[in-house]
């Protein structure tokens, strides 16, 4: 089992940027997919971004594509988001989550993952 730990989140402006991490402990993160994922309030939880446990392997949601990067060290057992250009419709409480997956493999839907941190809110002011 896994235990995830999410930080970075803020309240930023809109054009701001900021880095999530997701910080991993209790087994080995490398042979782990991770997701984020975010929920406004009144709003369904939804897919942001995925990697591969290898790295090789990474999904956007179209919302965020060319403004979001994910990342991981697996040396560090952490995942991260790096939010360019941040807009208000960005705000929500991102969660990162994780499961055991083949190297290439990401997921997007939320039931495929069984680990998930508490979330850290991210504000986005206009």
């Known amino acids: 089992q896994v235990q995830l730990e999410e930080s970075g989140g803020g309240t930023v402006q809109a054009g701001d940027s900021l880095r999530l991490s997701c910080a991993a402990s209790?087994?080995?993160?490398?042979?782990?997919?991770a997701g984020w994922f975010r929920q406004a309030p009144g709003k369904e939880r939804e897919f942001v971004a995925a990697?591969?446990?290898?790295?090789?392997?990474?999904y956007y949601a179209d919302s965020v594509k060319g403004r979001f990067t994910i990342s991981r060290d697996n040396a560090k057992n952490t995942v991260y988001l790096q939010m360019n250009s941040l807009k208000p419709e960005d705000t929500a409480v991102y969660y990162c989550a994780a499961d055991v997956a083949p190297r290439l493999i990401v997921r997007t839907a939320i039931y495929e993952y069984d680990y998930w941190g508490q979330g850290t809110q991210v504000t986005v002011s206009s």
């Open positions: 990697i591969s446990w290898s790295g090789l392997s990474i």
């Open positions: 209790g087994r080995t993160f490398s042979s782990y997919v």
